[in-house]
Every structure is written in C-alpha cells, then in structure tokens.
C-alpha cells in the first residue's frame, strides 16, 4: 500500500513570496489533515477535511494560509504572502473511518515538506 | 494552553535498558491515547495507541500504561534497541471533535551503545 505522498521536500522562498505544497493521500482515505511543524514543537493541526469538505480550519491563519480538495483526494496548501514565521515542516496526513468500537483511529503522515522562509 | 504535555525534550537510555517517556495531559475527556514516532527527514509513525477504558496495552516491545486519576501516561520500551532513536510525540484525541489530534511536542530518544 503506497504512503501519504508530499511535494515538494523542501522549499526556500523570501519573504512576502508564495508557495504551495501538494498532497495525495493513501488510496481510500476520506480524511485528510495537514499539520505545521515549528522546530521544537508538536505538529499542530492547520485544517482538516473530510472529503471535499472542510471539517476543522480553526487554527488556519485565513489571511494567508488556504487549502484545497477539490475532487476528495489530492489536496495543496498554499502560503501567500509567507512571512517568516512560517518556516516549518508540512505535514499532510490521512486516514479511514475511525473504528469506534475499538475508539481508534489513525492517521497516517506523509514526510513533510520543510519550508524556509528568508 | 498545554492539553498534552510531554517535559522532558530528551533521553538517553543504554542499549538493552528499559525506555520510558512519559506524557501528561489536561483534559479528562480524551478518549484515546497514542505514540507516533518521527525520525529525522521522515514523518511520524503510528506506533501504538490506548483506549481511555483501558490502563496498559502492549505490542512486542512496546508498552503503554494509563493512569487516568494522575492523567499520565507512559511508553515503555523494553530492551531499547539502536534503531529505537527518534523522536517520540503523545497525542491524544477527543472522538466528538471530529478525532483531532492534539500532540505533546515531543521528547527525544538516544540509545547509547
């Protein structure tokens, strides 16, 4: 079974530039999560979709942080303007439909792609 | 605000010892409980999970206990293998919000020789 896909690795932009990052998630998954990464830090969810639809957005900076999935799989993330604050790893995940008899549900995470901001 | 809390940023355990990372939390409403593991350039890895009905769950190596009145939890690892080093997040979910993953930020596992 092929594993959450990312592009691009990595990412070096200025500030006040802009840039997208792409996910495609594993076959079948209907959930799809991309998290931001500060050094030091947990991964922090940006904005979850179940679907196409939008399930959680709550901690995405709507100024100028956006994403899409517009057919219910692949999905991007773009930054416009980045500031430098921004710089992190991006992290796309996935998963089924949680079992919730066995109250488990997994998500399963892409290697992320690291973004400098300069 | 905190909800999982992981305190010690790293850990250095000798080869064939025991590991044990530990992890606090706030809410007493997370319905279940799990260790992802990261290493360098790669992203994380589910590793083992525990429902909040249960106090311990074990696969191979790997052990989880619960102490839901203390609100921590622990990961044992036993014997620490050289490939055990990474890095080890807690992350806890609430089932009716919509299963959001709140992670600990991590604590950072060395496996001496």
């Known amino acids: 079974e092929a594993g959450v896909a990312q592009s691009p690795r990595y990412k070096i932009i200025e500030k006040r530039q802009s840039v997208a990052f792409w996910c495609n998630p594993i076959?079948?998954?209907?959930?799809l999560y991309w998290y931001q990464q500060i050094l030091g830090q947990g991964p922090k969810l940006l904005i979850q979709f179940q679907n196409n639809g939008v399930v959680d957005d709550s901690q995405l900076p709507k100024d100028r942080f956006s994403a899409e999935r517009l057919k219910g799989v692949d999905s991007t993330l773009k930054i416009q303007p980045a500031k430098l604050e921004d710089s992190a790893v991006y992290l796309c995940?996935?998963?089924?439909?949680?079992?919730?008899?066995?109250?488990?549900?997994?998500?399963?995470f892409g290697a992320g792609t690291r973004l400098s901001v300069l | 605000d905190q909800q999982v809390k992981q305190n010690s940023p790293s850990l250095s355990v000798q080869e064939g010892r025991i590991s044990i990372l530990n992890c606090d939390y706030t809410?007493?409403?997370?319905?279940?409980f799990l260790w992802y593991k990261k290493y360098p350039a790669e992203g994380p890895t589910f590793l083992i999970s525990?429902?909040?009905?249960?106090d311990k769950n074990e696969d191979g190596r790997f052990t989880v206990f619960l102490n839901k009145s203390a609100k921590h939890l622990s990961l044992h690892i036993v014997p620490s293998q050289p490939g055990d080093s990474a890095v080890y997040f807690c992350?806890?979910?609430?089932?009716?919000?919509?299963?959001?993953?709140?992670f600990g930020k991590g604590t950072r596992l060395h496996i001496l020789p």
């Open positions: 992350a806890a979910i609430l089932m009716n919000r919509d299963d959001k993953i709140i």
């Open positions: 809410n007493s409403m997370f319905d279940y």
């Open positions: 076959s079948g998954h209907a959930t």
């Open positions: 995940a996935s998963s089924s439909p949680p079992d919730r008899a066995l109250a488990k549900n997994i998500q399963y």
């Open positions: 525990i429902s909040s009905i249960k």
